[in-house]
């Protein structure tokens, strides 16, 4: 049984925005989220990259404390998330409870920060926060890896399936893959899908370690990452939250609901090797697949929101990759750009974006692409603001681990 | 600490740490403020600290049977503390 599955809402917390408006204004005017690296009195001494794609304007949240207690400030992110998108998109609340709708989210490692305290109590044996050293006895449910798809189900009360996907930069891509997938053969009639995480300086530290990160605009935060720039010298960690809610066509027409596009394609592969290195043959086969799953030809995509966190290798890779498979027709943005690296919620972010850029009728630049690097230039950059519509858009996402993901979004069409 | 001194602080740490005000003293707490086990577990913890005693897990889970109104906590805590004058002595008996 083959379902169309529609986009009928979604909500973000970025480095650029948390409403629609602004974060289309600023992609419009190429207003970048990236700032100074926060001290916390423990890594950020030591990290060589001073940047990062930082959420500093102040969010409201309501939530009574029964909610709160369970949750670390990426279950925040994530609970504010999904109640925007709930709110928009108006399903009543007998569905929302009825096991027909379920949730797809996740976050790298659930809440570094409460983490970070649990480790306090190897250090602090004396201290007198609790009667067990320190951890709190709702650290784990705050910290444990599927917090924040737990945290969703019990504010909203959804008693659906639960997929809690945490495979770093592909997170959140295969959250909405999978509950594409949930809703086409059947499963459930509707899947709230995304990806958050909040601001954590170990998730520096470790690309910091691998020479991963950028540190040659320090000084200038706006002006990284730069991917696909000759310049370019790695990625940015950023923090942030997305979520889209899919569901069957029938059902949302009949509902009413407002639909914002459609999900027709996603794959999912891994490159069955090096856990690090990008690999070119297994992104090559991931865009072929979900290609194959869309059931269109590469000529039909028109824009390719591409991975690219501006590491040096990750971003050639990525654009032979997209040379072999489309050549240099569709559009190529590197979405990043404006906000460095969310982590688990980038796949969501960026299939928002996109998603604004379908509707608004516009591709925003890659932000920093002054010089392509001749390593990459086999590819269409975006390299101005333009006005050319979005039919149908791959978003790809690519993790640690050889995780490759390949979401085909298209725009609504009854 | 006299009985009405007790309720205060107990009142006090509901407002402070659970978003629960003024509770009346036989309210059930669960069906009436939405106070569930994890929160009786913190609640333990609180009065820990702010009686200065360590509960044995026995008596834990002994209370999470019999604190469901705050004047069974006080109940619970003036029977408590007795047995608590010489410091962590319910803890040696782990």
Known sequence: MDRRVVITSGALITPIGDSKETIVENLHNGVSGVKPLREDDLLSDYIHSRVYGTVDYPIEYDFARKYRKTMGPVSYYACRVVGELLAKAGLDREFISSGRLGVAFGSTHGSPSVQRKIYRTFFHQDSSDSGSGGIGAVDYLKSMVHTTAVNITKMFNITGRVISSSTACTTSSQSIGYGYEMVKYGMQDAMVCGGADEYDTTTVAVFDNLLACSTAYNDRPHLTP????????????????????????????????????????????????????????GICQTIRLGLQSAGIGPQEVDFVSAHATATKMGDIIESQAIEKIYGNSPAVTALKSYMGHTMASCGAIETILTLYMMEKGFIAPTLNLEHVDSR??????????????????????????????????????P | MTREELQTEICSIFRRQFDIHDP????????????????????????????????????????????????QICDYVQELMPRQQAPNQDALHQ
Do not use: W
């Not at chain 1, 029938?250 to 609901?257: D, I, L, M, Q, T």
């Not at chain 1, 590819?379 to 978003?395: E, F, G, K, Q, S």
């Not at chain 2, 059930?28 to 897990?57: C, N, P, R, T, Y």
């Open chain 1, 226 to 281: 730069r991917p696909f720039d000759a310049d370019r010298d790695g990625l940015v960690v950023g923090e942030g939250a997305g979520a889209i809610l899919l569901e069957e066509y029938e059902f949302a027409k009949n509902r009413g609901a407002n639909i914002i596009g459609e999900v027709i394609g996603f794959s999912c592969n891994n490159n069955g090797g090096d856990l690090i290195l990008p690999n070119l043959e």
């Open chain 2, 24 to 71: 009346g003293p036989d309210d059930d707490l669960q069906d009436m403020h939405g106070f569930d086990s994890i929160d009786a577990i913190e609640l333990l913890i609180e009065l820990e600290k702010v009686l200065d005693v360590s509960l044995s897990q026995e008596t834990k889970k002994d209370a999470m049977l019999h604190i469901r109104t705050v004047n």
């Open chain 1, 376 to 413: 990459c230039a086999g590819i269409n950059h975006v390299r101005h603001l333009t006005y050319d519509p979005i039919h149908t858009a791959a978003v790809q996402n690519f993790a640690f681990g050889g995780v490759n993901t390949n979401l085909i979004v298209k725009a609504f069409s």
